[in-house]
């Protein structure tokens, strides 16, 4: 048993999944979930996701070894500053949030001496929601990204990657800044570009929707609230990754517009020779 009680602070996929993995792989005794609604959390745990839960977010953490904040991206700094008064000497919070800058930048130097945070991002997830989605092996062979910093505490971090590292994980280190202009390229345009995309289909065309539509669209069934989070905290690197991707968009319409074959044919063959490259 590497940590006796786990705390998990928002318990929906990402939350409710960290639990399952944590009990499948007996890296912990016991699993409290911290949440506003006492109906989910109770929810949660008549499915075994959490072993008890309650809505005081002090009293959660209080006997925590580790506290995973699985909240939304804006919510998660000053989740950890309300629950550190309250953490036991020698805690550990983690994170699994999309964005890590500002939250790291929120943090640093402002936390008690007692307590240690190490942001983490599993590369992980779903377009459902909530903890009856929740999957013990969402996080198997997946990479998790740790954001130490200059100040971050080395012991911490090696707490960190041993807990991700046992949920399945494996374990890159990024800084927070070089984190948020990767997932703004690889997750967070993505997820708008099948918005828009989606967004544009009228009811008339609803009907001529097939496998390649769906497939490209999925991911806009996500929670509008925590996507329109993400996009505030990455506004920057999102800015940046739009940009780029813009261009992309022009090129490609260029091509079309002329009839170019040649470019045509070299836009379409570098796509393939990069997705095939990332295996199914």
């Not at 092996?137 to 590292?165: G, M």
């Not at 769906?214 to 920057?236: F, H, K, Q, Y």
Request: glycine letters at 8%; hydrophobic letters at 45%.
């Amino acid at each position: 048993m590497l940590f006796d009680s786990l705390t998990i602070v928002g318990v929906g996929l990402i939350g409710g999944s960290v639990a399952l993995a944590a009990k499948a792989k007996a890296a912990t005794r016991r699993v409290v979930g911290v949440g506003r609604n006492p109906d989910t959390l109770a929810q949660a745990k008549s499915l075994g996701v959490i072993d008890e839960f309650t809505t005081d977010l002090g009293a959660g953490v209080r006997s925590a070894d580790v506290a995973v904040f699985c909240s939304p991206v804006d919510q998660i700094a000053k989740q950890v500053l309300a629950a550190a008064p309250y953490a036991q000497p020698g805690a550990l919070f983690t994170d699994a949030g999309s964005t890590k800058a500002n939250i790291v930048r929120d943090l640093e130097g402002r936390l008690p001496a007692h307590l240690r945070f190490v942001g983490a991002h599993p590369l992980a997830g779903s377009e459902k929601q909530g903890a009856e989605n929740a999957r013990a092996d969402l996080f198997e062979s997946r990479d998790c990204v740790l954001t130490p910093t200059a100040r971050t505490d080395a012991a911490a971090v090696e707490r960190a990657s041993l807990f991700w590292s046992a949920l399945g994980c494996e374990i890159k280190k990024l800084t927070p800044e070089e984190h948020d202009l990767a997932l703004a390229t690889t997750s967070h345009v993505p997820h708008f570009v099948a918005a828009l995309l989606a967004g544009s289909l009228t009811q008339a065309l609803r009907p001529f929707t097939a496998t390649g539509f769906r497939d490209m669209t999925r991911i806009a069934s996500g929670d509008p609230a925590l996507w329109t989070a993400i996009a505030r905290e990455n506004a920057v690197a999102l800015g940046l990754a739009l940009d780029r991707f813009g261009g992309r968009l022009d090129e490609l319409r260029e091509a079309v517009v002329k009839q170019d074959t040649d470019e045509l044919t070299r836009i379409l063959t570098d796509a393939k020779r990069v997705r095939d490259a990332l295996g199914s």
